[in-house]
């Protein structure tokens, strides 16, 4: 069973850093994609930033230079978040796909807020 515990959200101000954690039960490296999304209330899941099947990096254009994704060479993803905004707020998750199967975290709410 594929686990994924997400970590770090909080409260921030406009213009403040996070480092969003993902720890999966196995190596990272075992699945084919790994990704952030996020939920604002009232809307749809949407992709934040991921990592596709060749290594390569994918951001969603309303956070690109300011959010980084990264990994380990184990089992922990993070999304480090700069120059966070209010429209940032959601609840993030992490996301890992294999073998025809897309596992979900719990997610981790992130509120931007003066």
């Known amino acids: 069973q594929v686990q994924l515990v997400e970590s770090g959200g909080g409260l921030v101000q406009p213009g403040g850093s996070l480092r969003l954690s993902c720890a999966a039960s196995m190596n990272i490296f075992s699945f084919n994609r790994l990704a952030w999304y996020r939920q604002a209330p009232g809307k749809e899941r949407e992709l934040v930033a991921g990592f596709t099947s060749g290594g390569r990096t994918n951001y969603a254009d309303s956070v690109k230079g300011r959010f980084t994704i990264s990994r380990d060479n184990a089992k922990n993803m993070y999304l480090q978040m700069n120059s966070l905004k209010s429209a940032d707020t959601a609840v993030y998750y992490c996301?890992?796909?294999?073998?025809?199967?897309?596992?979900w975290g719990q997610g981790t709410q992130v509120t931007v807020s003066s």
């Open positions: 996301n890992a796909y294999s073998g025809g199967y897309s596992y």
